[in-house]
């Protein structure tokens, strides 16, 4: 079994950066692609980006792109979502997953952390 914890949420302000952490534990499949959804009050869950713990290859929504960046670091397991030029619309508990696969009506994941806060202030 995978479990998953977040960590780094907060207040800031806009046109700032917040650098959010997702550490795994358990078991762990090289093959799985790891990420991070957001999910806003009175919205749907949305996929933000992720990235294949052996390949590597990151993938943006471009909602975010240009301004995320997600990276690992396999030795410690854990999975960072580096954010700058953070918007008011970014306010969001975002939320670490694992496994995430295309499922023909949006991205889906099977493990999922508790999720973290992150407020953009104006």
């Known amino acids: 079994q995978v479990q998953l914890v977040e960590s780094g949420g907060g207040l800031v302000q806009a046109g700032g950066s917040l650098r959010l952490s997702c550490a795994a534990s358990?078991?762990?499949?090289?093959?799985?692609?790891m990420g991070w959804f957001r999910q806003a009050p009175g919205k749907e869950r949305e996929f933000v980006s992720s990235?294949?713990?052996?390949?590597?290859?990151?993938y943006y929504a471009d909602s975010v792109k240009g301004r995320f960046t997600i990276s690992r670091d396999n030795a410690k397991n854990t999975v960072y979502l580096q954010m700058n030029s953070l918007k008011p619309e970014d306010t969001a508990v975002y939320y670490c997953?694992?496994?995430?696969?295309?499922?023909?009506?949006?991205?889906?994941?099977?493990?999922w952390g508790q999720g973290t806060q992150v407020t953009v202030s104006s």
């Open positions: 990235i294949n713990w052996s390949g590597g290859a990151p």
């Open positions: 358990g078991r762990t499949f090289s093959r799985d692609r």
């Open positions: 997953a694992a496994d995430i696969t295309w499922r023909g009506k949006g991205f889906g994941s099977n493990y």
